[in-house]
Protein backbone atom coordinates (compact mmCIF):
# COMPACT_ATOMS: atom_id res chain seq x y z
CA UNK A 1 0.00 0.00 0.00
CA UNK A 2 1.44 3.25 -1.15
CA UNK A 3 0.76 5.92 1.57
CA UNK A 4 1.02 9.45 0.58
CA UNK A 5 0.83 12.24 4.28
CA UNK A 6 -0.40 15.55 3.17
CA UNK A 7 -1.46 18.76 4.64
CA UNK A 8 -4.16 21.29 3.58
CA UNK A 9 -4.72 19.76 0.11
CA UNK A 10 -7.76 21.41 -0.15
CA UNK A 11 -8.73 19.19 -3.87
CA UNK A 12 -9.57 16.85 -1.30
CA UNK A 13 -12.62 18.48 0.41
CA UNK A 14 -15.21 17.15 -1.69
CA UNK A 15 -13.77 13.54 -0.70
CA UNK A 16 -13.35 14.71 3.00
CA UNK A 17 -16.93 15.63 3.59
CA UNK A 18 -17.90 12.35 2.57
CA UNK A 19 -15.16 10.52 4.87
CA UNK A 20 -16.66 12.83 7.54
CA UNK A 21 -20.31 12.06 6.83
CA UNK A 22 -19.60 8.29 6.97
CA UNK A 23 -17.70 7.94 9.89
CA UNK A 24 -19.64 10.97 12.22
CA UNK A 25 -22.93 10.60 10.56
CA UNK A 26 -23.36 14.28 10.85
CA UNK A 27 -25.78 16.56 9.15
CA UNK A 28 -24.57 17.63 5.59
CA UNK A 29 -25.45 21.15 6.39
CA UNK A 30 -23.19 21.14 9.43
CA UNK A 31 -20.55 19.32 7.58
CA UNK A 32 -20.52 22.12 4.72
CA UNK A 33 -20.40 24.84 7.54
CA UNK A 34 -17.32 23.35 8.87
CA UNK A 35 -15.51 23.27 5.33
CA UNK A 36 -16.36 26.31 4.20
CA UNK A 37 -15.00 28.36 7.50
CA UNK A 38 -12.01 26.03 8.79
CA UNK A 39 -9.75 27.42 6.61
CA UNK A 40 -9.44 30.56 9.19
CA UNK A 41 -8.97 28.45 11.98
CA UNK A 42 -7.61 24.78 11.13
CA UNK A 43 -5.06 22.77 9.61
CA UNK A 44 -5.88 19.33 8.10
CA UNK A 45 -3.66 16.56 7.29
CA UNK A 46 -4.67 13.32 4.93
CA UNK A 47 -3.14 10.02 4.47
CA UNK A 48 -3.83 9.02 0.98
CA UNK A 49 -4.26 5.69 -1.29
CA UNK A 50 -4.06 6.52 -5.23
CA UNK A 51 -5.10 10.26 -4.52
CA UNK A 52 -7.92 8.91 -2.56
CA UNK A 53 -7.86 10.41 1.41
CA UNK A 54 -8.50 7.32 3.42
CA UNK A 55 -7.65 9.19 6.79
CA UNK A 56 -7.78 12.69 8.38
CA UNK A 57 -7.20 15.01 10.91
CA UNK A 58 -7.67 18.36 11.57
CA UNK A 59 -5.83 20.84 14.18
CA UNK A 60 -7.87 23.89 15.21
CA UNK A 61 -5.11 26.51 16.01
CA UNK A 62 -5.07 28.40 19.47
CA UNK A 63 -2.66 29.90 22.34
CA UNK A 64 -2.18 27.89 26.17
CA UNK A 65 -0.35 30.18 28.21
CA UNK A 66 1.22 32.43 25.63
CA UNK A 67 2.34 29.99 23.74
CA UNK A 68 1.16 28.37 20.05
CA UNK A 69 -1.06 25.63 20.61
CA UNK A 70 -4.17 23.38 19.11
CA UNK A 71 -6.82 21.32 19.26
CA UNK A 72 -6.91 17.76 17.57
CA UNK A 73 -9.95 16.86 16.21
CA UNK A 74 -12.21 15.00 13.54
CA UNK A 75 -9.61 11.86 13.59
CA UNK A 76 -10.95 9.31 11.23
CA UNK A 77 -10.13 6.58 9.10
CA UNK A 78 -12.16 4.77 6.23
CA UNK A 79 -13.29 1.30 7.86
CA UNK A 80 -11.51 -0.54 5.12
CA UNK A 81 -8.24 0.75 5.73
CA UNK A 82 -8.45 0.83 9.90
CA UNK A 83 -6.39 -1.87 11.54
CA UNK A 84 -2.95 -0.71 9.61
CA UNK A 85 -1.55 1.77 11.75
CA UNK A 86 -2.74 4.70 9.57
CA UNK A 87 -3.98 6.81 12.11
CA UNK A 88 -1.11 6.52 14.20
CA UNK A 89 1.01 7.53 11.60
CA UNK A 90 -0.88 10.37 10.22
CA UNK A 91 -1.11 11.87 13.76
CA UNK A 92 2.89 11.20 14.08
CA UNK A 93 2.86 13.36 10.99
CA UNK A 94 0.59 16.17 12.03
CA UNK A 95 2.22 16.66 15.39
CA UNK A 96 5.80 16.59 13.73
CA UNK A 97 4.68 19.36 11.44
CA UNK A 98 2.50 21.87 14.29
CA UNK A 99 6.03 21.13 16.38
CA UNK A 100 8.03 22.44 13.60
CA UNK A 101 5.94 25.72 13.36
CA UNK A 102 6.67 26.57 16.94
CA UNK A 103 3.08 25.01 18.34
CA UNK A 104 3.92 23.93 21.61
CA UNK A 105 0.91 21.88 22.67
CA UNK A 106 -1.47 19.62 21.49
CA UNK A 107 -5.32 18.82 23.01
CA UNK A 108 -7.76 16.77 22.53
CA UNK A 109 -10.74 15.44 23.69
CA UNK A 110 -11.52 11.34 23.19
CA UNK A 111 -14.64 10.24 21.67
CA UNK A 112 -15.18 7.42 24.66
CA UNK A 113 -13.61 6.94 27.93
CA UNK A 114 -12.14 3.75 25.87
CA UNK A 115 -9.48 6.23 23.68
CA UNK A 116 -7.85 7.34 26.48
CA UNK A 117 -5.80 4.82 26.66
CA UNK A 118 -5.58 4.58 22.25
CA UNK A 119 -3.96 8.38 22.96
CA UNK A 120 -1.60 8.12 25.63
CA UNK A 121 0.03 5.81 23.49
CA UNK A 122 0.92 9.14 21.83
CA UNK A 123 2.30 10.68 25.24
CA UNK A 124 -0.97 12.53 25.96
CA UNK A 125 -2.06 13.01 29.66
CA UNK A 126 -5.46 13.38 30.47
CA UNK A 127 -4.39 16.70 32.67
CA UNK A 128 -7.43 17.87 31.37
CA UNK A 129 -10.66 18.81 33.73
CA UNK A 130 -14.13 20.79 33.81
CA UNK A 131 -16.44 21.43 36.24
CA UNK A 132 -20.10 20.83 36.42
CA UNK A 133 -22.34 22.36 38.80
CA UNK A 134 -25.78 22.16 39.20
CA UNK A 135 -28.05 25.02 39.52
CA UNK A 136 -31.74 24.83 40.32
CA UNK A 137 -34.24 27.19 38.41
CA UNK A 138 -34.73 29.38 42.07
CA UNK A 139 -30.78 29.52 42.61
CA UNK A 140 -30.58 30.78 39.04
CA UNK A 141 -33.21 33.09 39.46
CA UNK A 142 -31.68 34.24 42.84
CA UNK A 143 -28.27 34.97 41.06
CA UNK A 144 -29.90 37.18 38.16
CA UNK A 145 -31.61 39.15 40.97
CA UNK A 146 -28.05 40.02 42.58
CA UNK A 147 -27.18 41.94 39.41
CA UNK A 148 -23.33 43.62 40.63
CA UNK A 149 -21.66 44.24 36.93
CA UNK A 150 -18.17 45.02 36.93
CA UNK A 151 -17.81 46.90 33.63
CA UNK A 152 -20.46 48.52 31.91
CA UNK A 153 -23.35 46.62 30.62
CA UNK A 154 -23.36 47.82 27.10
CA UNK A 155 -19.51 47.22 26.56
CA UNK A 156 -18.80 44.95 23.91
CA UNK A 157 -16.33 41.84 23.77
CA UNK A 158 -14.69 39.49 21.65
CA UNK A 159 -15.05 35.60 22.13
CA UNK A 160 -10.62 36.12 22.89
CA UNK A 161 -11.50 38.51 25.37
CA UNK A 162 -14.51 37.10 27.54
CA UNK A 163 -11.82 34.28 27.71
CA UNK A 164 -9.35 35.86 28.71
CA UNK A 165 -10.97 38.33 31.45
CA UNK A 166 -13.02 35.05 32.77
CA UNK A 167 -10.26 32.35 33.09
CA UNK A 168 -6.95 32.70 35.27
CA UNK A 169 -4.92 30.33 33.45
CA UNK A 170 -4.14 26.76 31.80
CA UNK A 171 -6.96 27.65 29.15
CA UNK A 172 -6.96 27.08 25.78
CA UNK A 173 -7.63 30.10 23.87
CA UNK A 174 -9.55 29.67 21.03
CA UNK A 175 -9.82 32.36 18.49
CA UNK A 176 -12.85 34.04 17.35
CA UNK A 177 -13.22 32.63 14.37
CA UNK A 178 -13.53 29.49 15.47
CA UNK A 179 -15.99 29.90 18.27
CA UNK A 180 -18.29 31.83 15.59
CA UNK A 181 -18.27 28.89 14.01
CA UNK A 182 -19.11 26.79 16.77
CA UNK A 183 -22.19 28.37 17.72
CA UNK A 184 -23.81 28.12 13.92
CA UNK A 185 -22.61 24.45 14.24
CA UNK A 186 -24.04 23.47 17.55
CA UNK A 187 -27.09 26.05 16.26
CA UNK A 188 -27.84 22.90 13.38
CA UNK A 189 -28.31 20.10 15.89
CA UNK A 190 -31.51 22.63 17.71
CA UNK A 191 -28.84 23.88 20.90
CA UNK A 192 -29.91 27.56 22.09
CA UNK A 193 -27.35 30.08 21.47
CA UNK A 194 -27.31 33.08 24.02
CA UNK A 195 -24.81 36.15 23.15
CA UNK A 196 -25.20 39.84 23.61
CA UNK A 197 -22.21 41.98 23.74
CA UNK A 198 -20.69 40.45 27.01
CA UNK A 199 -21.87 36.90 27.27
CA UNK A 200 -22.35 33.44 25.66
CA UNK A 201 -23.33 30.28 26.08
CA UNK A 202 -24.66 27.22 24.11
CA UNK A 203 -26.86 25.32 25.86
CA UNK A 204 -28.57 21.52 25.15
CA UNK A 205 -32.00 20.78 26.32
CA UNK A 206 -33.36 17.50 27.67
CA UNK A 207 -37.51 17.64 29.47
CA UNK A 208 -36.80 19.37 32.70
CA UNK A 209 -32.89 19.90 32.46
CA UNK A 210 -30.88 22.69 30.87
CA UNK A 211 -27.02 21.69 29.75
CA UNK A 212 -25.14 24.83 29.39
CA UNK A 213 -22.50 23.29 28.10
CA UNK A 214 -20.13 26.22 26.99
CA UNK A 215 -20.17 30.13 28.90
CA UNK A 216 -18.32 33.12 28.56
CA UNK A 217 -19.57 36.22 30.44
CA UNK A 218 -18.25 39.30 32.76
CA UNK A 219 -20.82 39.14 34.56
CA UNK A 220 -22.24 35.92 35.72
CA UNK A 221 -25.43 37.38 36.93
CA UNK A 222 -26.46 38.81 33.65
CA UNK A 223 -25.68 35.26 31.93
CA UNK A 224 -27.98 33.38 34.33
CA UNK A 225 -30.73 36.40 33.27
CA UNK A 226 -30.33 35.28 29.97
CA UNK A 227 -30.67 31.89 30.16
CA UNK A 228 -33.68 31.96 32.41
CA UNK A 229 -35.14 34.42 29.95
CA UNK A 230 -34.57 31.88 26.97
CA UNK A 231 -34.96 28.38 29.03
CA UNK A 232 -37.91 27.04 30.94
CA UNK A 233 -35.97 24.22 32.37
CA UNK A 234 -35.79 23.30 36.14
CA UNK A 235 -32.36 22.27 36.44
CA UNK A 236 -29.35 23.86 34.81
CA UNK A 237 -25.85 21.78 34.90
CA UNK A 238 -22.98 23.93 33.98
CA UNK A 239 -19.56 23.04 32.39
CA UNK A 240 -16.92 25.24 33.38
CA UNK A 241 -13.36 26.02 34.01
CA UNK A 242 -12.64 24.99 37.50
CA UNK A 243 -11.35 28.16 39.10
CA UNK A 244 -13.44 30.89 37.12
CA UNK A 245 -13.42 34.38 37.90
CA UNK A 246 -16.68 36.60 39.03
CA UNK A 247 -18.63 33.77 39.49
CA UNK A 248 -21.26 31.98 42.06
CA UNK A 249 -20.25 29.11 41.28
CA UNK A 250 -18.08 28.41 44.38
CA UNK A 251 -19.93 30.86 46.87
CA UNK A 252 -20.48 29.27 50.28
CA UNK A 253 -24.06 30.52 50.68
CA UNK A 254 -25.07 29.05 47.39
CA UNK A 255 -26.63 25.34 47.80
CA UNK A 256 -25.51 24.07 44.58
CA UNK A 257 -23.71 20.65 43.71
CA UNK A 258 -20.54 20.84 42.14
CA UNK A 259 -18.29 17.73 40.63
CA UNK A 260 -14.91 17.85 38.44
CA UNK A 261 -13.98 15.29 35.95
CA UNK A 262 -11.91 14.46 33.75
CA UNK A 263 -12.14 16.56 30.27
CA UNK A 264 -9.70 15.56 27.94
CA UNK A 265 -6.12 15.55 27.19
CA UNK A 266 -2.98 17.20 26.85
CA UNK A 267 0.47 16.43 25.15
CA UNK A 268 4.00 18.95 25.19
CA UNK A 269 5.27 19.08 22.01
CA UNK A 270 8.30 21.28 23.15
CA UNK A 271 11.11 19.35 25.33
CA UNK A 272 11.89 22.38 27.57
CA UNK A 273 7.95 22.41 28.48
CA UNK A 274 6.58 20.97 31.39
CA UNK A 275 3.18 19.69 30.96
CA UNK A 276 0.45 21.90 32.64
CA UNK A 277 -1.92 20.60 34.72
CA UNK A 278 -6.01 21.30 35.04
CA UNK A 279 -6.56 22.88 31.70
CA UNK A 280 -9.55 23.84 30.21
CA UNK A 281 -10.34 22.99 26.48
CA UNK A 282 -13.56 24.60 25.99
CA UNK A 283 -15.32 23.73 22.99
CA UNK A 284 -15.54 20.64 21.67
CA UNK A 285 -15.73 18.88 18.36
CA UNK A 286 -15.70 15.38 16.92
Not at 2 to 16: D, H, V
Not at 80 to 89: A, T
Not at 252 to 258: M, S
Not at 270 to 285: A, H, M, Q, S, Y
Request: proline share 2%; hydrophobic share 35%.
Amino acid sequence: MNLKFEKNNYEYIPQLKRLWMDIFNEKEQAVDLFFDRCKTFVSFYTASVDRKPVSMVFLVHSTLNGEKAHYLCSAATSKEYRGRGIMSSLIEYALEDARSKGECYSLLFPADDGLYGYYTRFGYLPNCIACKTVFSRQELEKIAQDKILNHDDSEAFSFEELQRFLFKNNFLLQNNEFISFAFKYYSLYDCKVIKSENCCALISEQSDCADVFYSLYISFSTLAKMILENSSAKTFVFTHKADCKNTDFAMPNKIVTQNTEKYGMIKSLCDKNRTPEDVFIGITLN
